[in-house]
Structure formats: C-alpha cells, structure tokens
C-alpha cells in the first residue's frame, strides 16, 4: 500500500529557510499528483503546493507563492518542499499527500487519497 513519510521539519527563526522531504513507497500507477498541505492548530488543512508525478506540472497557494518551490525525483520516489523566507504564520503540521485523476482540484485535499503523517515546522518571530 501507499506510503508517505515526511521528514525535514522543524524550528527556524523568521527569514529563514528548510526543506521537506516526501519519501514515497507503494505508488500505484495511477499516481497523477502529489501534494503539501498545512494545518496550524485550530484551523482547517490548507492547500500549500502541489506537482503532477508525470509532467512536473507545478501548483501553489497564494500565500507560499513565490518563497515555496515544489520539486520531485521520480528515481527516488521523493517530493520536495523549499521553504525560504518563512514567516511566523507558516508555522503549522505539514502534510505530504498522494492523488489519482479525480473530478476534484488538484487544491482540494479531496483530490489526494493517501496522506503522511505530518511534520511539524515552526517558524519564530
């Protein structure tokens, strides 16, 4: 079965910069995207970055856009998340998510059928 591990979390002082890392087993063929969402505590899961397994087709949220870069290695099976110029607000439990062709959007976490089980990143002012 599908399985995601998260790694790379952790405490960075505002400005600064991390990476996480996805790592992938049991995808099936039918893979299309895989995706990061953020859940901070009392609010609902959002939409953070999201690329097509295939194509490498990128897609981000408003507020990561620009500092957020999403990338993949299909060889290891791994989805990246780079994080520069962080800002308290991104502090939240980072999840890496797994979806097939669905009629939801790719920002919807309706679109993904496998999760991780999330890493936390706190950012400090």
């Known amino acids: 079965q599908v399985q995601l591990v998260e790694s790379g979390g952790g405490l960075v002082q505002a400005g600064g910069s991390l990476r996480l890392s996805c790592a992938a087993s049991?995808?099936?063929?039918?893979?299309?995207?895989m995706g990061w969402f953020r859940q901070a505590p009392g609010k609902e899961r959002e939409f953070v970055a999201a690329?097509?397994?295939?194509?490498?087709?990128?897609y981000y949220g408003d507020s990561v856009n620009f500092r957020f870069t999403i990338s993949r290695d299909k060889a290891k099976n791994t989805v990246y998340l780079q994080m520069n110029s962080l800002k308290p607000e991104d502090t939240a439990v980072y999840y890496c998510?797994?979806?097939?062709?669905?009629?939801?959007?790719?920002?919807?976490?309706?679109?993904?059928?496998?999760w991780g089980q999330g890493t936390q990143v706190t950012v400090s002012s």
């Open positions: 998510a797994e979806g097939g062709r669905s009629l939801y959007s790719i920002y919807s976490k309706n679109a993904y059928g496998h």
């Open positions: 690329i097509t397994w295939s194509g490498g087709n990128t």
């Open positions: 049991g995808l099936p063929i039918s893979t299309y995207v």
